[in-house]
């Protein structure tokens, strides 16, 4: 199985619904030694913050560990697709008060109304 690595960070707007390697596996052949030593089949390095919408990337893939004659013929290649969808970004005007804040403004709010309704024990109603 191909997998693709993925370095860097997407922008704040952005989120990846999705990706796809196509295809998902490719067909190795050499020395029976060599290819039990294979850990994984990768990308090179598909740099996130520089994607600003959807991406269709042609890789060619890469054996960890390498082997310097991996490849007799032809280095095989994949395409990754990256789906991404717009976020909208709230700004510091829209973020709701945190969970602390609001906490303390209904203990206030709640310490308030107990002390306008109390009334003190020497005081008596007429």
Same mark, same amino acid.
């Given at each position: 199985? =191909? %997998? *693709?690595e993925?370095?860097g960070?997407?922008? !704040? /707007?952005?989120?990846?619904?999705? $990706?796809? =390697? %196509? *295809? ?6 050499? !020395? /029976?030694?060599?290819?039990?030593? $294979? ?17 269709? $990337?042609?890789?060619?893939v ?20 990256l ?27 709640t ?12 005081q008596?109603?007429?």
């Amino acid at each position: 199985t =191909v %997998t *693709p690595e993925l370095v860097g960070s997407l922008s !704040p /707007e952005l989120r990846l619904a999705y $990706i796809d =390697v %196509t *295809p998902e596996r490719i067909q190795l052949s050499g !020395p /029976e030694q060599e290819m039990d030593q $294979i850990e994984r089949v990768t990308t090179p390095p598909i740099d996130q913050s520089t994607l600003t919408e959807s991406a269709v $990337i042609p890789c060619e893939v890469k054996i960890f560990p390498p082997f310097p004659y991996a490849f007799r013929s032809f280095v095989p290649e994949v395409t990754v697709s990256l789906s991404l969808i717009q976020e909208p970004v709230e700004t510091e005007d829209e973020q709701p008060a945190s969970s602390s804040n609001s906490e303390a403004q209904a203990l206030a709010q709640t310490d308030a109304a107990t002390k306008d309704s109390l009334i003190p024990v020497s005081q008596k109603i007429p």
